[in-house]
């Protein structure tokens, strides 16, 4: 009697345990299975930035490989951001300038320093006063992608402006 009341008992466990699986399979996949969805409608060519992690708001400028050159979107940056500090009351600008791993350290030192210069200068001629601009070269030690030595990454080559915030006072 035992053994009968056992198998039983397992039937009813199966049969719960099935059910169970088709109501969770139910929930997950939605109502009934249905046909596929269609294909989307083919999208124009549209460039999207591959990493979008990186920080590529409106206070990060982008060179050309070896230039310290500010160009094109550049220039826009830094306009609108000489705009923000003249309307936001800032009392304090920082660059901090970057450049990718191709070449030598000290030749990218060098190039990270010539681009925080450039952006200060266009900085300045767009209404910031030079003595509230503070340039942070970096060579390639701070880089937004890392990549082996010797390969470099567009996103690598940048200078960021930054308004510091002033310590609270006491």
């Given at each position: 009697?035992?053994?009968r009341?056992?198998?039983?008992?397992?039937?009813?466990?199966?049969?719960?345990?099935?059910?169970?699986?088709?109501?969770?399979?139910?929930?997950?996949q939605?109502?009934?299975?249905?046909?596929?969805?269609?294909?989307?409608?083919?999208?124009?060519?549209?460039?999207?930035?591959?990493r979008?992690?990186?920080?590529?708001?409106?206070?990060?400028?982008?060179?050309?490989?070896?230039?310290?050159?500010?160009?094109?979107?550049?220039?826009?940056?830094?306009?609108?951001?000489?705009?923000?500090?003249?309307?936001?009351?800032?009392?304090?600008?920082?660059?901090?300038?970057?450049?990718?791993?191709?070449?030598?350290?000290?030749?990218?030192?060098?190039?990270?320093?010539?681009?925080?210069?450039t952006?200060?200068?266009?900085?300045?001629?767009?209404?910031?006063?030079?003595?509230?601009?503070?340039?942070?070269?970096?060579?390639?030690?701070q880089?937004?992608?890392?990549?082996?030595?010797?390969?470099?990454?567009?996103?690598?080559?940048?200078?960021?402006?930054?308004?510091?915030?002033?310590?609270?006072?006491?």
């Amino acid at each position: 009697m035992k053994t009968r009341v056992g198998a039983q008992a397992r039937a009813s466990y199966v049969g719960r345990m099935a059910w169970f699986a088709f109501a969770l399979a139910f929930l997950i996949q939605g109502a009934a299975p249905s046909a596929p969805a269609p294909a989307p409608a083919p999208r124009a060519a549209v460039p999207v930035r591959p990493r979008p992690w990186l920080e590529t708001g409106p206070s990060v400028v982008y060179f050309a490989p070896g230039s310290a050159r500010v160009e094109g979107e550049g220039r826009d940056v830094v306009r609108r951001m000489a705009e923000d500090y003249r309307h936001n009351g800032r009392v304090a600008v920082e660059i901090v300038a970057n450049s990718d791993n191709q070449g030598s350290r000290a030749s990218n030192r060098r190039l990270s320093q010539r681009r925080a210069r450039t952006v200060a200068d266009a900085l300045v001629s767009n209404g910031i006063p030079r003595a509230v601009i503070v340039q942070r070269p970096v060579g390639e030690d701070q880089p937004q992608v890392m990549t082996p030595d010797g390969v470099p990454d567009p996103f690598n080559r940048y200078a960021r402006i930054i308004f510091p915030v002033p310590p609270p006072p006491n």
